[in-house]
């Protein structure tokens, strides 16, 4: 236990409206804090990374590649993010393969839990869709996702509801905020804070928005592939997101390469994929450090978050969780916080 030297009702500035300093920004506007939420860009938001997110909630099927802290912290997540946003569409998610990837997918199986094994008539009950399509398929009941480009503004309006302020256009430092000595500032700047921190990297994901009406899934589809962690995620009204490739590289262009590999997987979850049209091409930089675990780094009366990688979604609710009980508590979290 460490006892933090602010006021339980101290002002906080945050800094960055994607997911990480959203949910901050909820948490700590319902903890009667007064806070005022800066975003560099405007409403649309597409200078976050946030925006081009996958937005699956998959604790379960992350734990595949991704450290025990990230279904800890995720598992926490689910809770609130159905507390908080309890429309969020929580319909599982699928996994399945190609008989190439058979290895692949009973790799997958052995290495994750919280699944039920369907076999090709189960798989078609829940996703008509994909009658004939597979022979079998991992169903984990308790995963969701949610559609960045909705959640965002969603979270926006409950930051206000809850008395906080959003300010748009509104480039800042941390140290244009820190001369209240009784404020706290939370920097959520995501791949823009490396000027400070520059041990951060961006590893880009690249996604394709398509549009067909002769497809319809309730839940991501994950298509195990030798590579990266491919999906089709359903969006609202015949559209759907093919993610996303992971790329150590900060170049923000989608290359043909990439563009021929998420489309081809699609195809091969469902040839009607085939005849889709496609809406958009696009892709962000995720944070990460060079462990790609997350971090709440804690320095007196600033505070980064940061590191999100593939998780931010996933994630970020319990991450705000713990930095609100740090201020109200002194709590320290090991796994995750960093004290100067
Ligand atoms: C293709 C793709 C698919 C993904 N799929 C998933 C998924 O399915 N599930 C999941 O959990 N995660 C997913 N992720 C990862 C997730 O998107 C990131 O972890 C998350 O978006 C990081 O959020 P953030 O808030 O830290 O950063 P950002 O979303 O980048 O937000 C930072 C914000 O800070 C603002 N900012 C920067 N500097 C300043 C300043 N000086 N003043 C004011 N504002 C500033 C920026 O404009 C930006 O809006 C995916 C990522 C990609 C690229």
Not at 188 to 215: F, H, P, W, Y
Request: aromatic share 6%; hydrophobic share 40%.
């Amino acid at each position: 236990m460490l006892q933090t030297t602010k006021r339980p009702d101290s002002p906080v500035s945050i800094i960055g409206a994607g997911i990480a300093g959203a949910w901050q920004a909820l948490l700590f506007a319902q903890a009667g804090h007064a806070v005022t939420l800066h975003e560099r860009g405007d409403e649309a938001m597409t200078d976050a990374t946030s925006h081009w997110a996958g937005g699956m909630l998959a604790p379960y099927c992350e734990a595949e590649v991704a450290e025990p802290i990230i279904s800890r912290l995720g598992l926490r997540s689910l809770d609130i993010w159905r507390r908080e946003l309890p429309d969020t569409p929580f319909n599982g998610s699928l996994v399945v393969s190609h008989p190439r990837e058979r290895n692949d997918f009973e790799r997958f199986a052995r290495m994750t839990e919280g699944h039920e094994r369907l076999d090709a008539a189960g798989l078609a009950a829940l996703e008509p869709s994909l009658e004939g399509r597979f022979r079998d398929a991992l169903f984990f009941p308790a995963e969701g996702h949610v559609e960045p480009r909705r959640v965002l503004p969603k979270l926006h309006e409950r930051i206000r509801a809850a008395g906080g302020t959003i300010r748009f256009c509104s480039d800042v430092t941390a140290n244009d905020l820190a001369k209240d000595p009784e404020g706290i500032v939370i920097d959520c700047r995501g791949i823009s804070a490396r000027d400070e921190q520059g041990e951060l990297r961006g590893v880009k994901g690249e996604m394709i928005l398509i549009e067909t009406n002769e497809v319809q899934l309730a839940r991501p589809v994950r298509l195990i592939h030798p590579r990266w962690p491919l999906y089709v995620i359903p969006r609202e009204a015949g559209l759907f997101m093919l993610g996303a490739t992971s790329i150590e590289t900060e170049d923000t262009g989608v290359s043909v390469r990439s563009a021929l590999e998420l489309l081809g997987a699609a195809y091969t979850v469902h040839p009607a994929f085939g005849e889709a049209r496609i809406l958009e091409f696009g892709s962000g930089l995720r944070p990460a450090y060079p462990d790609n675990l997350p971090r709440i780094g804690i320095c007196g009366g600033r505070i980064s978050v940061n590191g999100l990688y593939r998780h931010g979604f996933l994630i970020a609710p319990a991450l705000a969780e713990l930095t609100l009980a740090y201020v109200q508590r002194g709590q320290i979290d090991n796994e995750v916080m960093q004290c100067a």
